[in-house]
């Protein structure tokens, strides 16, 4: 669950944080800023001055990557949409992006990732120590 959107960025900035269209809080003069969620599903602006400053942005203290977790960065602000199941739509993404990468199957990424089920396996082996 969504709890915190930390921006971090090596030059100051201000912030004006959003959520559902009403602000929340708004920030000055800093490296970097936190924001709570208390809201989910929600629908949050941060607006940014100077302009054109794209902070890193973590959630829940991870490290995000924009294209993935569909945030929309504009000159003046990003834009993102959070609900209680943003982390596993946002892993989700990351596979995904992995398998088109590597043209594979999900079945194959499951195998080079050592995920798939390998019960069968185990088992002849047992059945071998026998």
């Known amino acids: 669950m969504v709890e915190q959107i930390k921006l971090t960025d090596d030059k100051k900035f201000s912030c004006s944080y959003w959520v559902n269209d009403k602000i929340v809080k708004t920030t000055q003069d800093a490296k970097e800023h936190t924001f709570t969620v208390d809201v989910l599903p929600c629908h ?3 607006y940014i ?4 400053i794209r902070p890193s942005v973590r959630i829940n203290e991870i490290l995000v990557n924009y294209g993935l977790a569909q945030i929309t960065p504009w000159d003046h ?3 993102l949409k959070l609900d209680k199941n943003f982390f596993e739509s946002y892993f989700n993404r990351i596979i995904q992006s992995k398998m ?3 043209k594979v199957s999900k079945e194959e990424m499951l195998e080079r990732a050592g995920l798939n089920d390998v019960s069968y396996l185990v088992r002849a082996i047992e059945g071998n120590l026998k």
Do not use: C, S, V
């Not at 001055?49 to 054109?52: A, F, G, I, L, V």
């Open 49 to 52: 001055k100077p302009y054109k």
């Open 77 to 79: 602000m990003i834009e």
């Open 44 to 46: 949050i602006k941060i």
């Open 100 to 102: 088109d990468y590597l």
